[in-house]
């Protein structure tokens, strides 16, 4: 099977997609919310890429799942009420990633330091 990332295949995606909800999940377990966060967003960029491929949707390399649901929401307006569930979780996602970065810089300053 190629990687989700390459198939035009809906089921590749919903499989990854379900992968990284399970991810997600053992990282909320773990008191991990960066982690969950981040594989909160794959798994619905994924899940939402598959209902897209199923409808004859172009792939697009493409991460911001509030800019996918554009796209979704031309196949099935009575998905527009996500838009801000996508908007939040995109949101919180780049604020964690920004923290991280933050942090990896933070912690290079340190090693050159010492």
Same mark, same amino acid.
């Given at each position: 099977? %190629? *990687?989700?990332? #390459?198939? @035009? ?18 990282? @909320?377990? !773990?008191? !991990? ?13 994924? /899940?939402?890429?598959?209902?897209? @491929? ?13 800019? @996918?649901? !554009? #796209?979704?929401? %031309? /196949? $099935?307006? $009575? ?6 569930? +996508? *908007? &939040?979780? =995109? ?6 990633? =920004? ?8 912690? &290079?300053? +340190?090693?050159?330091? /010492?």
């Amino acid at each position: 099977m %190629k *990687e989700a990332k #390459d198939s @035009l295949y809906p089921p590749d995606w919903i499989k990854k997609a379900q992968m990284d909800w399970n991810r997600m999940e053992r990282m @909320l377990e !773990d008191e !991990d919310p960066e982690g969950a966060s981040f594989f909160l967003q794959q798994s619905l960029e994924k /899940y939402i890429k598959a209902f897209l @491929l199923g409808k004859g949707w172009k792939l697009k390399k493409i991460h911001e799942i509030d800019s @996918l649901l !554009d #796209d979704v929401v %031309k /196949y $099935n307006q $009575n998905l527009e009420p996500f838009r801000a569930l +996508c *908007e &939040r979780v =995109s949101g919180y996602l780049q604020r964690t990633l =920004s923290r991280v970065s933050r942090r990896r810089i933070d912690l &290079r300053g +340190c090693k050159k330091r /010492y």
